[in-house]
């Protein structure tokens, strides 16, 4: 069918709009042929299929990509070629992520290994909105991770497996690229460096690269369409000097960018750019002028039929986007009559025309990509136009000056240092501008709640403002003004606002749950766990909290002073508007218990020691019971800290929700005081579902028709236990667990409590 339809269209340029629907339709559906090859059905011996499995495997691969590098960390692309599980062999397919995490380690592209570990999925998305790392590598053709932390754990086996071209000829320049740049620069700068020649962006210090996208100018790091460019440049002026016919300039320079894409890992934009840039090369030959629209549509067809996951990528749309904006918007604006007299004044100034057209091209490129870049990086960058009139030359510096420094140190080394100087001051340059701009005031704007129907809209808008000349666009305009008016006065009415909400959020092995009270008012009971490299507040809740628009807390409530429940608290407590706290009045002599004790005294935040017997009518029509401790309780057990939690339980017309904290066998035995009170219709299972809690005389209380469970995947623990998960079924609960169906939310009108499905 797509055959036939580009016939009938390429023989007719007259083609009628049947013959170009055709078209589009037979492109589409072959889209969808190719994407549901890429995500369906994976055959039995599929790597994918043994990922998640109890227990330690053996897998065999080889190393097919270039080693990404780290702080901290080694990644490892590995193409599997068996895998051993329950003393069996087996033969298997498909690639897998592996993360070497701080050993001192010098595998390369093309070496065989056999590795020993847990074999699982990547994190998908647990709570709404937020980044799908699975996807991310499943757009890379990665199934699987391993993380490996010994030694022992890896072994060569064989080296040189790989192709001839990456190997013998791209990795050796990289790697020699790589070496050079880390060898005689500082580790900020030749990280930096190292981005913006190689791709090789993962030793860039954390702030920095948070400075960069702060500031708008994150995609200086990416290697994309300006570096390409760069190359192109140094290419076709190199070659220049040679005088070699015109036809043969261009067979080098689109042989150089072929090159250079394989050194920058065939990322998408690198690709899009250099794909572009070999056509806009070939157009020259048969001089003919290059569709610009062609180019790229003709670009992306390409990756996608590579790999059709990549339309879902951020680093793809943004890339993409970018490109036919500034196609579409800059000649608009360079044509506006305030443009042209600007440039009517800057006739005999080279730098302010160059100027006035960085800021042109930074502008289209921002209009078109900004729903995306609102999207997904939760910013609006203020600066950015201006910043890029700097950091984009500084960059094409440093880069035109490591490059040459690289070339001519295996030439004539003492003229190697004087480019390598320039590029080391053109980086320094860069990273104090970036650092200190990126902390001036209002450097950006956080935008958490942005919709597919407000880029639907903003994009309309864009359309009308851009061709307001046109009659039609005209009365579009009208109709669009009060389409958005009759949004603003009706959307209040079209929210329901006697609803309680309760989230559970997926923190790992830790509990979070948001309660959203009628109100309008926002509870949190617990924060999630914070390890040394990890932190549920930072990372989970802020992003969740942030993107339902929420900039305050009534209170935090602590069901006790654990790690895993108290760990976020102090990253919201800096960060979001609290009112109160909640907890039992036990602490530990943690730095943690320390650092939550010291903010509620500086930021002079209400504390509330509660105990049993409490009934809080603060969110009034929600009743909250204190159910657990008692004062005696907490004086006659002072090491227990689980079994003092603070459990509670809200009420909400006929509906209840009890919260358990992590009470266990002896704090259990006080709470039948409340036999009465006890029976809800949702509990959060005590201690996640640990065999010391729930016990079956506490369920009969209870008997609660959903339970959920806030656990970790393939927890040390072994959470749930069977013992507990057999006695909930036995009462006939509805069993939910964060580990596998990741964030719960629960409404209740007060009569009824409804499951909101989300994934």
């Given amino acids: 069918m797509t055959v036939f339809a580009f016939i009938a269209w390429y023989t007719d340029h007259g083609a009628t709009v049947l013959q170009t629907a055709s078209l589009g339709m037979s492109l589409a559906c072959v889209g969808l042929v190719r994407y549901e090859l890429a995500t369906g059905y994976f055959p039995p011996d599929h790597i994918s299929n043994f990922t998640n499995q109890e227990g330690i495997v053996a897998v065999r691969g080889t190393v097919i990509r270039y080693p990404d590098r780290r702080v901290g960390k080694l990644n490892l692309t590995l193409a599997t070629e068996q895998i051993y599980t329950d003393q069996r062999v087996q033969p298997t397919h498909g690639n897998i992520l592996l993360s070497l995490i701080e050993l001192d380690t010098s595998f390369q592209y093309g070496d065989e290994l056999v590795v020993r570990g847990k074999l699982r999925k990547a994190r998908d998305r647990r709570n709404p909105g937020e980044f799908n790392y699975r996807e991310y590598l499943l757009a890379k053709n990665i199934h699987g991770i391993m993380t490996i932390n010994n030694t022992y754990q890896i072994k060569k086996i064989s080296n040189n497996n790989g192709s001839w071209f990456l190997q013998d000829l791209v990795h050796p320049v990289k790697s020699y690229l790589e070496k050079f740049i880390h060898s005689r620069l500082p580790p900020a700068e030749a990280a930096l ?78 690709v899009r750019a250099s794909l572009m840039g070999g056509l806009f090369l070939i157009g020259t030959l048969f001089e003919r002028k290059t569709d610009v629209y062609n180019t790229l549509a003709l670009a992306a067809l390409f990756i996608l039929i590579v790999q059709p996951l990549e339309i879902f990528q951020s680093s793809f749309q943004l890339s993409f986007s970018a490109v036919a904006s500034i196609v579409y918007f800059y000649p608009k604006l360079r044509d506006s009559t305030s443009v042209k007299r600007l440039y009517e004044r800057a006739r005999d100034r080279a730098l302010l025309r160059y100027s006035i057209d960085m800021m042109l091209v930074s502008a289209a490129a921002t209009l078109g990509t900004l729903p995306l870049t609102v999207s997904y990086f939760n910013m609006l960058p203020n600066y ?197 706290v909640w907890d039992n009045g036990q602490m530990k002599d943690t730095q943690l218990c320390r650092e939550y004790l010291s903010l509620v005294d500086s930021l002079q935040i209400t504390r509330r020691a509660l105990r049993a017997g409490e009934v809080l009518d603060d969110f009034s029509p929600v009743k909250i019971f204190i159910l657990h401790p008692t004062e005696r309780f907490i004086q006659d057990n002072p090491s227990r800290l689980n079994d003092a939690s603070l459990s509670l339980k809200m009420s909400y017309g ?106």
């Avoid at 790690?563 to 009112?579: E, I, N, Q, S, T």
């Avoid at 079924?729 to 169906?741: E, I, L, Q």
Wanted: hydrophobic share 50%.
């Fill in 384 to 580: 950015s136009m201006p910043a890029n009139l700097v950091v984009i030359p500084l960059s094409f510096l440093a880069m035109a000056n490591g490059l040459l420094a690289a070339l001519l140190d295996l030439l004539w080394p003492a003229l190697a240092e004087l480019y390598l100087a320039a590029a080391w001051l053109s980086l320094r340059v860069m990273i104090d501008l970036v650092e200190w701009a990126s902390a001036l005031p209002y450097s950006q704007l956080e935008i958490y709640t942005f919709s597919i129907w407000l880029a639907l809209g903003y994009f309309l808008a864009l359309w009308l403002l851009f061709n307001f000349k046109l009659s039609a666009a005209r009365r579009w305009s009208a109709i669009y003004v009060l389409c958005l008016a009759n949004i603003f006065v009706w959307q209040d009415s079209c929210q329901n606002r006697n609803e309680l909400t309760v989230t559970f959020l997926d923190v790992g092995q830790g509990d979070a749950a948001l309660i959203r009270f009628p109100d309008g008012r926002h509870v949190l009971i617990d924060g999630g766990p914070r390890g040394r490299n990890s932190d549920a507040g930072a990372w989970v809740i802020a992003p969740y909290l942030k993107r339902q628009g929420i900039d305050e807390i009534a209170a935090l409530v602590l069901s006790h002073a654990d790690a895993d429940h108290l760990g976020g608290f102090p990253y919201l407590m800096r960060h979001f508007k609290v009112r109160e």
């Fill in 193 to 270: 460096l190292s981005g913006l020649i190689i791709g090789e962006r993962g030793q860039i210090p954390s702030e920095l690269n948070q400075a960069f996208s702060k500031l708008g100018v994150i995609h200086i790091l990416s290697v994309s369409g300006s570096h390409v460019g760069f190359v192109m440049l140094i290419c076709i002026g190199m070659i220049g000097f040679l005088r070699v016919p015109h036809r043969l300039r261009v067979a080098l320079t689109i042989s150089a960018l072929f090159f250079y894409a394989h050194v920058a890992n065939l990322e998408p934009p690198v």
């Fill in 654 to 759: 006929d509906i209840d929700f009890i919260f358990m904290g992590d009470v266990e066998e002896a704090g259990e035995q006080a709470l039948p005081q409340f036999a009465s009170l006890l029976e809800s219709e949702v509990m959060k299972v005590s201690h996640h579902g640990s065999r010391t809690s729930n016990s079956a005389q506490m369920l009969t209380y209870i008997r609660p028709q959903v339970a959920v469970i806030s656990v970790g995947e393939l927890n040390k623990f072994e959470h749930p236990h069977p013992e507990v998960l057999t006695r909930l079924h036995a009462y006939k609960s509805r069993v939910f667990r964060t580990d596998r169906d990741a964030a719960v939310i629960f409404t209740a009108d007060g009569k009824s409590v409804k499951l909101v499905r989300w994934k």
